[in-house]
């Protein structure tokens, strides 16, 4: 199974909203609400951050939010801050016991 | 608190054995699945493997099926990877990780361990 398409970077200012797109198929962000988001500082373990579409996990702070449309989900971060810059991960599952992730975003508070 | 600690980690050559370990502590380790994602250098992540709660169902990456095998130690709150033939475009930073409080779902990782670096080359 191929991996969903995100754009290698993105960039905002600070107290901006920035959305990172994630483009898949049918077969998994089209087929499926089980798209989840993740987030990577350089060096550190990822950190799960949505889940199912637009849930957020206990202590993901409400800037964060997602959302799907057709085969193409999207991590929308508002109020920018720097701790935000990071590589942002999103994943969909695939059917038939398969999981598939994008090839990340590298996101810069300008 | 959750603590997810992989070890096992080294250089191997192109067609040997490996096997990674994921100690945990801090949650009743039976209940959830456990998963393994890896990161080569540089690049993106990837999902390898994903195994239930009791172990009596396991799921593989197109990319890793056949050659590596998932499997836990319930008793000893341990995961384990054992990973046979293997290649260069198999090194990567292996992360442990586990399946979140809320959601059943294999497919989401809610914690991650620090990761352990296999690098496979000659």
Redesign the interface.
């Known amino acids: 199974?191929s991996?969903l398409t995100q754009p290698p970077s993105a960039s905002g200012s600070p107290g901006q909203s920035v959305t990172i797109s994630c483009t898949g198929t049918s077969s998994d962000i089209g087929g499926y609400n089980?798209v989840?988001w993740?987030q990577?500082h350089p060096g550190k373990?990822?950190?799960?951050m949505i889940?199912?579409v637009s849930k957020r996990?206990?202590g993901v702070p409400d800037r964060f939010s997602g959302s799907k449309s057709g085969n193409t989900a999207s991590l929308t971060v508002s109020g920018l801050q720097a701790e935000d810059e990071a590589d942002y991960?999103c994943?969909s599952?695939g059917g038939s016991?398969?999981?598939?992730?994008?090839?990340?975003t590298k996101l810069t508070v300008l | 608190e959750v603590q997810l600690l992989e070890s096992g980690g080294g250089l191997v050559q192109p067609g040997g054995s490996l096997r990674l370990s994921c100690a945990a502590s801090g949650f009743s380790f039976s209940n959830y699945a456990m998963s393994w994602v890896r990161q080569a250098p540089g690049k993106g992540l990837e999902w390898v493997a994903s195994v239930s709660g009791s172990a009596s169902n396991t799921f593989f990456a197109d990319s890793v099926k056949g050659r590596f095998t998932i499997s836990r130690d319930n008793s000893n709150d341990t995961l384990f990877l054992q990973m046979n033939s293997l290649r260069a475009e198999d090194t990567a930073v292996y992360y442990c990780a586990k399946r979140p409080v809320y959601s059943n779902n294999w497919y989401y990782f809610g914690s991650w361990g620090q990761g352990t670096l296999v690098t496979v080359s000659s």
């Open positions: 199974q991996a089980y989840s993740y990577q373990a990822p950190k799960f889940y199912e996990p206990s991960y994943s599952y016991n398969n999981l598939v992730f994008g090839g990340g």
